[in-house]
């Protein structure tokens, strides 16, 4: 079975510093997909980035940026000069082929709650 | 990425009762999803809303406690059966992207609380 581990459970940050955020996964597929969603105290779920496993080119978005390694099965997310904005539960995200009917669903890591303070 | 909208965004519900979460997409999709995500939990995919077939349900939900329909490519519905404290969470349709991305775009959620 697939199994995505984030360790950290609760992070806190001052404004400004970059945090990152771990994620670890097991899969037997070769391939397969990772992502990263964003729960902001609203609820609702972010996507913000997807990655599939041929693909290990590190990923810069402003601030984000993210780290494939398939040889330690990771994928962490940092966050640069962190913001209040940035306070959150972050979900490590890892597709498995479904029994049936095809497609794929999504098995989902604890999260990390990360809190930015001024 | 799709828009997605629930209907109700909360409820308080009573024990023993049902509530019909609705979830409706503005283009059509293939595949829908229904997670729930239990007070300071993460998601746990409840079942898989394909149109014009059976729902198909994971290891620990069933279909008489999660009943769902999938009328059209673009509405699905959530039931919340025989309603107890424990089934309290958030519950969150998604809508499936395909391959070769398989990413999925999620609704604002129903928040269910029953007392």
């Known amino acids: 079975a697939q199994k995505v581990t984030q360790a950290q459970t609760e992070i806190s940050v001052v404004e400004k510093e970059d945090v990152t955020l771990d994620c670890v996964y097991e899969t037997r597929d070769t391939t397969y997909y990772l992502f990263w969603y964003k729960q902001p105290p609203s609820g609702e779920l972010v996507f913000l980035i997807r990655r599939n496993s041929f693909d290990e080119q590190n990923e810069i978005s402003g601030r984000y940026s993210w780290n494939f390694q398939k040889s330690t099965s990771s994928f962490n997310f940092t966050i640069t000069a962190s913001q209040v904005v940035d306070s959150a539960v972050y979900f490590c995200a890892l597709s498995e082929p479904l029994l049936t009917g095809g497609g794929n669903k999504l098995t989902f890591g604890t999260g990390t709650q990360l809190k930015v303070e001024l | 990425s799709a828009v997605i909208s629930q209907k109700p965004s909360r409820d308080i519900c009573q024990r023993g009762t049902s509530l019909t979460i609705q979830c409706q997409v503005d283009s059509q999709v293939t595949m829908m999803f229904w997670y729930r995500q239990q007070p300071g939990q993460s998601l746990t995919l409840i079942a898989t809303?394909?149109?014009?077939?059976?729902?198909?349900?994971e290891s620990g939900f069933v279909i008489d406690k999660f009943p769902i329909s999938r009328p059209n490519l673009t509405f699905s519905t959530l039931t919340v059966s025989n309603m107890s404290p424990e089934d309290s969470s958030i519950y969150l349709c998604s809508v499936g992207r395909g391959p070769p991305s398989y990413e999925q775009y999620f609704g604002p959620g129903t928040r269910l609380t029953v007392t």
């Open positions: 809303a394909n149109q014009g077939s059976e729902a198909t349900y």
